[in-house]
C-alpha cells in the first residue's frame, strides 16, 4: 500500500510543473491552493454521499479520489505521504481519545 502511495507521490511532483493543458495535475496547481482544497472538499462530500448509501465499489472509488486530491494538497503545501503514515503510526496503539485530549 505505501508503494502505490510513494509512487504516485512521486508522479504529482513530477507532473507539477507541466503544462496545465497537458496535466490534471499540473492544472489544479495551475488554479492555487485555493481550487485545490475545494477539490478536497468536493471529493469528501462524495466519500459521505457514497458511504450513506452503502454502494462499496462507489465508495472505494471515493475514497481513492479524495486520497488522490489530499496527495496534491499535502505536495502543494511541501510535505509528503510519508508524513501522514509516521503521524499515523505514533498514534497506533494509543486510544483515540486519549490522542485528542493530548493535542495542543
Same mark, same amino acid.
Given at each position: 500500500? &505505501?508503494? !502505490?502511495l510513494?509512487? #504516485?507521490?512521486? *508522479?504529482? +511532483?513530477a507532473?507539477?510543473?507541466?503544462?496545465?493543458?497537458?496535466s490534471?495535475?499540473?492544472?489544479?496547481?495551475a &488554479?492555487? !491552493?485555493?481550487?485545490? #482544497?475545494?477539490? *478536497?472538499g +468536493?471529493?469528501a462530500?462524495?466519500?459521505?454521499?457514497a458511504?450513506q448509501r452503502?454502494?462499496?465499489?462507489?465508495?472505494?472509488?471515493?475514497?481513492?479520489? #479524495?486520497w488522490?486530491?489530499?496527495?496534491?494538497?499535502l505536495?502543494?503545501?511541501?510535505?509528503?505521504?510519508?508524513?501522514?503514515?509516521?503521524?499515523?503510526?505514533?498514534r497506533?496503539?494509543?486510544?483515540?481519545?486519549e490522542?485528542?485530549?493530548h493535542?495542543?
Amino acid at each position: 500500500m &505505501g508503494d !502505490v502511495l510513494k509512487a #504516485l507521490a512521486e *508522479v504529482i +511532483e513530477a507532473r507539477k510543473n507541466a503544462p496545465a493543458a497537458e496535466s490534471y495535475v499540473a492544472s489544479l496547481y495551475a &488554479g492555487g !491552493v485555493d481550487a485545490i #482544497l475545494k477539490k *478536497v472538499g +468536493e471529493e469528501a462530500i462524495e466519500v459521505v454521499i457514497a458511504g450513506q448509501r452503502g454502494d462499496r465499489d462507489a465508495l472505494v472509488h471515493e475514497v481513492a479520489d #479524495l486520497w488522490f486530491h489530499c496527495l496534491v494538497l499535502l505536495a502543494a503545501r511541501g510535505s509528503h505521504p510519508e508524513a501522514v503514515t509516521a503521524e499515523l503510526a505514533r498514534r497506533f496503539g494509543i486510544s483515540g481519545h486519549e490522542e485528542k485530549a493530548h493535542r495542543g
